[in-house]
């Protein structure tokens, strides 16, 4: 006993020294004495409840370095810059990276003392890392919005799964994975994915006492919303599902002399940068944005966060509206919703399933499209216009998207959604042939055997690299050393992909034809129910009462933590369920 209790004195004593904390929120003593124990743990927190720190603490009580595997570069730059800000080291790899800089931060993270390696799922399959990774001395593999993992999930991502791999090269290291949601069924799914050695779920439950979940059936949301921003003062977020939404919302909201501005991924990084900025520091009140805002952002006093379009799932929406409130004063949750919401929901089921004979036929396509023949096309990355292809063959868009991104779950390609992608290049001759056009141009000479010198690796796959950084080192312009690029490539040495704001699509094997093709009918059906099971518990959240005496059971809290499968809670008493007159006062 004494033992123990020596630990967790000196725990709490890095908590103070680090974080400015003299005590711990529900369950993250626990999780952290898990952890130390060894043990595999999956923390289920919610959104504001201190996930961070389950893993963070930990890290600091042994030696060696933490792996987290993240999925956003916004959120693990965010991380990184406050752990630096608290004096820890830490640092990021991500696909923003050029080759080198990604081969200078491993080799930091297995000799330079640091505690937090963080990097995004992709980074997971490269030779590079798996075999810096084994030279590292890892104390703990950690998995942060851990339901990606699940295919049951709602946000599923496919580069996840490559985290088991990784474990193989970790067989001692245990396994910290933390989410804000995760039913059951995904937590389940969740151990199993990443090998956990037995069971060992700890979760705080989902009742958030300070937020005030309000639900308003109404056809004038406008006129809600600005209710909404002059009786509730303070900063809020406003999520919408379409850039041109969070748009028109700011600009309604500042006509109407509220402060607001928008933030969706169209906008460059560095006008995402600019309004985000603002916002955290106070200078801007309300921010209208999509889901790509609000992860991993620590701003405590956000007073309320109205959903204007009603989300698809559960789990989107209680980690949404979790941004409001987390210092832990009185907040509100707001849902506007009427039958145009049921009708889009209804429309976007259809077309997110549309049938395995149409998703084979768009797997042809893309290839059509990119001029790729069968038994061709393997490891090769392309650039990929979404709205060409689509006007091409005449398609659905949101069908065609469904489609390329169920073949992208079912292993055959990967599509980058990143505004920015790097300049990537491969020499495509052999090092003979190199080396006689090397002697035909002393220009060419010099400037092959710097970038050589750079990045190696070259001559075996596409390498991410940095113009600028090759322009200052053979002393060129960053125009130059494109043309001498474009003049390689036309001159059939180089591949040279240049830097595109634009997806890309990644093939992990060659094309295949119609015959050897397989799309799991299992797997489909199951996920179009899935997917329509939760559309139903979001409906079945924002039914009215029918008579007074149920009203008096009924409570949005828990109506939310039931579906996460805690069925014992108290009713909140602040949801317009509960207190339906103080809530109208709101709206």
Known sequence: MPKIFNIFVIVKEILQKYWGYTSFRPKQEEIISSALAGEDVLAILPTGGGKSLCFQVPT??????????????????????????????????????????????????????????????????????????????????????????SQWGYDF???YLLISNV???????????????????????????LGFRKDNIICSGFERPNLSYVVRNTENKFGALLSLCNAVSGTGIVYVRERKAARDIASFLVSQGVDAGFYHAGLSKEERNDVQERWKRGDLRIIAATNAFGMGIDKPDVRFVCHFDLPEAVESYYQEAGRAGRDGLRSWAVLLWNKSDIKRLEAI????????????????KVFK???????????????????????????????????????EISGYWTLTEEI???????????????????????????????????YPGLFSHLVAIDEEYVGKVTMNSSRAVKQKLLQLSRSGVLRYIPKVRSPLICFAGERL??????????????????????????????????????AQSACRSRRLSAYFGQEQCRPCGICDLCAPGETSLVL
């Open 60 to 149: 600091m009580m042994r030696e060696g370095l933490a792996v987290v595997v993240s999925p956003l570069i916004s959120l693990i730059k965010d991380q990184v810059q406050n752990l630096r800000a608290r004096g820890i080291k830490a640092m990021a790899v991500h696909s923003g990276m050029t080759r080198r800089e990604i081969d200078i931060a491993l080799d930091n993270a297995v000799y330079g003392d640091y505690k937090f390696l963080y990097l995004s799922p992709e980074r997971l399959r490269t030779d590079l890392f798996r075999t810096r990774v084994q030279k590292m001395q890892v104390c703990f593999l950690v998995v942060d919005e851990a339901h990606c993992i």
């Open 157 to 159: 991502r496919p580069d």
């Open 167 to 193: 474990r193989e090269l970790l067989p001692d290291v245990p396994v910290i994975a933390l989410t804000a949601t995760a039913t059951p069924d995904v937590a389940k799914d969740i151990e199993e994915k």
């Open 349 to 364: 089921y259809q077309s997110s399933f549309p049938g395995l004979d149409y998703i084979a036929d768009i797997y042809q």
């Open 369 to 407: 499209f990119l001029g790729i023949a069968y038994e061709d096309g393997a490891g090769a990355v392309c650039k990929f216009n979404l709205l060409e292809f689509v006007r091409r063959y005449r398609l659905n868009a949101a069908m065609a998207y469904n489609a390329i991104k169920y073949i």
């Open 420 to 454: 920015d992608n790097p300049t990537r290049i491969m020499f495509i001759v052999n090092r003979d042939d190199l080396y006689r056009v090397q002697l035909s141009d002393p220009s060419l000479d010099t400037f092959i055997k710097a970038i050589m010198r750079i």
């Open 513 to 550: 034809t119609p015959d050897n093709l397989y799309l799991s009918e299992t797997v489909y059906g199951r996920r179009k129910a899935m997917f329509k099971e939760r559309l139903d518990a979001m409906y079945r959240y924002i039914s009215p009462v029918s008579d007074r005496s149920a």
